[in-house]
């Protein structure tokens, strides 16, 4: 019967195995740990890469012509506007400039929150133009002449702001040399979700040289981003389960082996079948849940605090040391994990103390 007294006695025999269960405890701990911080930092990316798509973006429209990108121009908003379902159609002025000295494309996004006098630059770039000397202000070189800046104010390093210099549209149309009408792609809002295929296809009907991209292709496109490195993932978390079963076979073994005069000695004081089943569980639950809740709380603190150094690698590109990840925590792939692990870490221990516990007790004692 479970009450105080009985759980007392749990603990204490928990503690009384210290060395034992802190070796499972650390396993555990560790494989949660690797398993969690896959989870945090791939759903961080995958967050960060989907961000890039605005609310109001249902379709995307962008001006291709032999493999190459071209502006597209008022004209074109005035025609979509015009298509029945289409409620708004917005001008984006986003491309990339040539800084020759690091030998490197500065992306140039246009944010009309900002004033003609604030350049928004990520700590990455920073760092950049500190090695050429750029510590308080940056020269733009346009054939049109060069634009001098101020490095007034920098964003933390993810994937969305890397390598990324936020301006408004008018000093981005500046600095890459497009006019006052001109843009690089077109975004457009459809109310009506069901219209979105129609409208897509009728815009390249009207304008066969664009190419125009609906929401869910864009974000089919974003996630292939991440899923190309899926492989050393499913490397990283194949590791993790074998190294998990190998740690329930040794608990297992201890079950069969020192465990089993010690469940005789509980059933020979009067310990029915089902308190030696209850008092494996309350040891094992406090272990596996303990062990889960830290392995969730460690990887936390190395992904989202300390950027996960050495791991992060795995799934990001090379120069992008710097990088931060935003926290997002998915408690339904949480919950997930805790069924794949701590549940079965529980069984494995449970089965194989009932089929002891069941056995005849002077076999055992032998």
């Known amino acids: 019967m479970l ?13 009384k195995d210290k060395t034992e269960h802190f070796f499972t405890f650390f396993i ?45 121009y008022e004209e074109h908003i005035d025609e979509i506007i015009q298509l029945n379902g289409v409620e708004n159609v917005f001008g984006k002025v986003d491309g990339y400039y040539r800084f020759a000295q690091g030998e490197r494309y500065i992306h140039i996004i246009s944010d009309d929150s900002l004033d003609d006098d604030t350049m928004l630059i990520s700590e990455d770039l920073k760092e950049v133009f500190k090695e050429y000397k750029y510590v308080n202000e940056f020269n733009f070189l346009t054939q049109k002449g060069k634009i001098t800046k101020n490095i007034d104010k920098t964003i933390a390093t993810n994937i969305l702001s890397y390598n990324t210099i936020f301006v408004n549209s008018y000093l981005a149309r500046e600095i890459l040399e497009l006019d006052e009408n001109e843009y690089s792609y077109l975004t457009i809002y459809v109310p009506n979700e069901n219209e979105i295929d129609f409208i897509t296809r009728k815009v390249m009907d009207m304008f066969p040289y664009t190419e125009a991209i609906p929401r869910a292709v864009l974000e089919a496109n974003y996630r292939h981003i991440f899923y190309y490195k899926g492989g050393i993932f499913m490397i990283v978390y194949i590791v993790s389960m074998i190294s998990f079963f190998i740690l329930l076979k040794n608990q297992v073994s201890a079950i069969f082996g020192d465990r089993k005069k010690e469940i005789a000695i509980l059933r020979s004081i009067g310990f029915s079948i089902k308190d030696i089943i209850l008092l494996k569980f309350i040891q094992n639950s406090v272990v596996s849940i303990f062990a889960f809740l830290m392995g969730v709380f460690i990887s936390y603190i190395f992904v989202f605090i300390l950027d996960a150094p050495l791991l992060k690698t795995i799934f990001i590109a090379n120069g992008m040391e710097n990088l931060s990840f935003t926290p997002i925590v998915d408690i339904r792939m949480l919950i997930l994990m805790f069924m794949f692990t701590v549940i079965p870490y529980l069984a494995f221990i449970l089965i194989p103390s009932w089929k002891v516990a069941i056995d005849d007790i002077s076999e055992i004692m032998k």
């Not at 105080?4 to 503690?15: M, R």
């Not at 930092?41 to 890469?49: C, E, F, R, T």
């Open 3 to 15: 009450n105080k007294n009985f759980i007392d006695y749990s603990i204490k025999l928990l503690i």
């Open 28 to 72: 555990f701990t560790f494989i949660v740990l690797i398993l969690s911080s896959v989870l945090f930092i791939s759903d961080s990316i995958k967050y960060d890469l989907l961000s890039t798509i605005g609310n109001k973006d249902q379709i995307i429209v962008k001006n291709k012509r032999a493999g190459r990108y071209f502006p597209l």
